[in-house]
Nanobody, 125 residues
Framework: QVQLVESGGGLVQTGGSLRLSCAAS????????LGWFRQAPGKEREFVAA????????YTADSVKDRFTISIDNAKSTLYLQMNSLKPEDTAVYYC??????????????????WGQGTQVTVSS
């Protein structure tokens, strides 16, 4: 069973930065693709970024490109999402997720089998 534990959310002003973390077992990182999604109140869950298993290719949504970066620290078995130049529209609950890595469908939530509990990010204007 894959377990994902997120941390690092909080309240930040417009233009500020946060780094989200997602801890998982070492085996998860070598065998699964990983992703970050977010969900604002009243909206559908939205793709943010993804990384291939073992820290391969990365993919980032156009809405956050050049501001958000996904990365892995294999030594710490931790997935990160570095978020810079935050905007009020980035306010949401952020989730990390894991899936059997097939290369396709990385931006589609239903292709992920395992989810963390979510961490709230609030950006004040």
């Amino acid at each position: 069973q894959v377990q994902l534990v997120e941390s690092g959310g909080g309240l930040v002003q417009t233009g500020g930065s946060l780094r989200l973390s997602c801890a998982a077992s070492e085996r998860t990182f070598s065998s699964h693709g990983l992703g970050w999604f977010r969900q604002a109140p009243g909206k559908e869950r939205e793709f943010v970024a993804a990384i291939r298993r073992g820290g391969g290719n990365t993919y980032t949504a156009d809405s956050v490109k050049d501001r958000f970066t996904i990365s892995i620290d294999n030594a710490k078995s931790t997935l990160y999402l570095q978020m810079n130049s935050l905007k009020p529209e980035d306010t949401a609950v952020y989730y990390c997720a894991a899936r059997i890595d097939s290369g396709l469908g990385y931006s589609i939530p239903r292709t992920y089998s395992y989810w963390g509990q979510g961490t709230q990010v609030t950006v004040s204007s």
